[in-house]
């Protein structure tokens, strides 16, 4: 038999011809693939794609579709130029995504981004050659069980926002609570058993529930369980048995008070602190301490993985209680604050 032979292929049937309702979203569908997607990724990549749109018709370029070219060029417009502030490198990437994004959306094909791969990689090695911060990724501060003594010492607890924002911070380092976690707990999620606490949380990055157990903390000034249960004891005063965990508290103490802006409500009807809100209350918290860092909302959840470490549990009880995959590589990094010093590979060496 010849090796040069030739095979012809035919197919058994001719292939379907697509028409535009083939490649077309309805509005019911466009809505239920948005809800797979973050409130606070699909709020930074609307803010992106915004800016990108005003860059391009200011330059007489075409935002959707875009080419190729268009992204190199606005990739290099932010790494480069002058004012405003140029992006760091990571930034840089959340942009594209958000470009790319924006074209599937659209049905669109997603332009080539090698350009911007290419752009992206000189940029961050002439940041990390000439020493500027915005070479290295940017981090929450890990809170540590020292920064937990100095910021609950800070508290009044004899007012309603020191007690709320003790159990703030202490709870959601119990479970690792992502800003969004905490913000949406509820009275009813924070049950009490003889060992601790029993809470019910929505790992909306994992798209599960997790019933996580927290027990009783051996210094009762750092215990998560005494703190949620002063806090529920104090909103229970208040005539709030049910409903929403952590609601604001206005500057005169009223707990989940209405607010109105020119005149209209604005705000969870019924007093829900928003993720950033959960957040500002860390930040501020630290600010009042004066401690050094880069404060937010993940620093509780770091600041578990952290200390979890040092006091020697193992990676998947780590992962369980903070709602981590078993390879998660973000856990894997907050691990190796702890390893770095206490599995050395130098140790024994010299």
Same mark, same amino acid.
């Given at each position: 038999?010849?090796?040069?032979?030739?095979?012809?292929?035919?197919?058994?049937?001719?292939?379907?011809?697509?028409?535009?309702?083939?490649?077309?979203?309805?509005?019911?569908?466009?809505?239920?693939?948005?809800?797979?997607?973050?409130?606070?990724?699909?709020?930074?990549?609307?803010?992106?794609?915004?800016?990108?749109?005003?860059?391009? /018709?200011?330059?007489?370029?075409?935002?959707?579709?875009?080419?190729?070219?268009?992204?190199?060029? $606005?990739?290099?417009?932010?790494? $480069?130029?002058?004012?405003?502030?140029?992006?760091?490198?990571?930034?840089?990437?959340?942009?594209?995504?958000? !470009?790319?994004?924006?074209?599937?959306?659209?049905?669109?094909?997603?332009?080539?981004?090698?350009?911007?791969?290419?752009?992206?990689? =000189?940029?961050?090695?002439?940041?990390?050659?000439?020493?500027?911060?915005?070479?290295?990724?940017?981090?929450?501060?890990?809170?540590?069980?020292?920064?937990?003594?100095?910021?609950?010492?800070?508290?009044?607890?004899?007012?309603?926002?020191?007690?709320?924002?003790?159990?703030?911070?202490?709870? #959601?380092?119990?479970?690792? #609570?992502?800003?969004?976690?905490?913000?949406?707990?509820? !009275? /009813?999620?924070?049950?009490?058993?003889?060992?601790?606490?029993?809470?019910?949380?929505?790992?909306?990055?994992?798209?599960?529930?997790?019933? +996580?157990?927290?027990?009783?903390?051996?210094?009762?000034?750092?215990?998560?369980?005494?703190?949620?249960?002063?806090?529920?004891?104090?909103?229970?005063?208040?005539?709030?048995?049910?409903?929403?965990?952590?609601?604001?508290?206005?500057?005169?103490?009223?707990?989940?008070?209405?607010?109105?802006?020119? #005149?209209?409500?604005?705000?969870?009807?019924?007093?829900?602190?928003?993720?950033?809100?959960?957040?500002?209350?860390?930040?501020?918290?630290? =600010?009042?301490?004066?401690?050094? =860092?880069?404060?937010?909302?993940?620093?509780?959840?770091?600041?578990?993985?952290?200390?979890?470490?040092?006091?020697?549990?193992?990676? +998947?009880?780590?992962?369980?209680?903070?709602?981590?995959?078993?390879?998660?590589?973000?856990?894997?990094?907050?691990? /190796?604050?702890?390893?770095?010093?206490?599995?050395?590979?130098?140790?024994?060496?010299?």
């Amino acid at each position: 038999m010849s090796q040069n032979r030739v095979v012809e292929v035919v197919p058994t049937r001719s292939s379907p011809t697509l028409h535009a309702p083939d490649r077309a979203l309805s509005a019911a569908a466009r809505t239920a693939v948005a809800a797979g997607v973050p409130d606070s990724t699909r709020a930074a990549y609307s803010n992106d794609f915004t800016k990108f749109k005003n860059w391009c /018709e200011a330059n007489d370029r075409s935002p959707l579709p875009a080419t190729a070219e268009t992204l190199t060029e $606005y990739a290099a417009h932010l790494a $480069y130029r002058d004012e405003p502030k140029p992006l760091s490198p990571g930034s840089i990437e959340r942009v594209r995504s958000a !470009i790319r994004s924006a074209h599937r959306a659209a049905g669109l094909e997603p332009p080539d981004s090698i350009g911007l791969a290419k752009v992206v990689k =000189g940029y961050r090695a002439r940041l990390a050659e000439s020493r500027d911060p915005r070479a290295k990724p940017r981090k929450a501060t890990a809170a540590t069980k020292d920064t937990l003594t100095q910021v609950i010492a800070g508290f009044d607890l004899a007012t309603p926002a020191g007690v709320r924002d003790a159990a703030i911070w202490l709870l #959601g380092f119990s479970f690792a #609570g992502r800003r969004s976690e905490i913000a949406s707990l509820d !009275i /009813e999620d924070a049950v009490e058993t003889d060992e601790g606490l029993t809470i019910k949380v929505y790992r909306k990055k994992g798209q599960r529930f997790d019933e +996580i157990a927290v027990p009783f903390a051996e210094n009762p000034a750092l215990c998560p369980v005494l703190a949620v249960m002063r806090w529920k004891a104090c909103l229970a005063n208040h005539g709030r048995t049910s409903g929403a965990l952590f609601v604001r508290i206005n500057r005169h103490g009223h707990i989940g008070p209405n607010i109105t802006r020119d #005149g209209r409500p604005i705000g969870d009807p019924t007093g829900r602190m928003t993720a950033q809100a959960i957040s500002q209350v860390i930040t501020r918290s630290a =600010g009042r301490k004066a401690l050094t =860092g880069r404060w937010s909302g993940h620093s509780v959840r770091r600041g578990f993985a952290t200390e979890a470490r040092k006091a020697g549990h193992d990676r +998947i009880r780590i992962a369980r209680q903070g709602g981590w995959s078993d390879n998660s590589t973000a856990l894997a990094g907050y691990m /190796e604050d702890a390893d770095r010093w206490t599995d050395n590979a130098l140790k024994g060496v010299l």
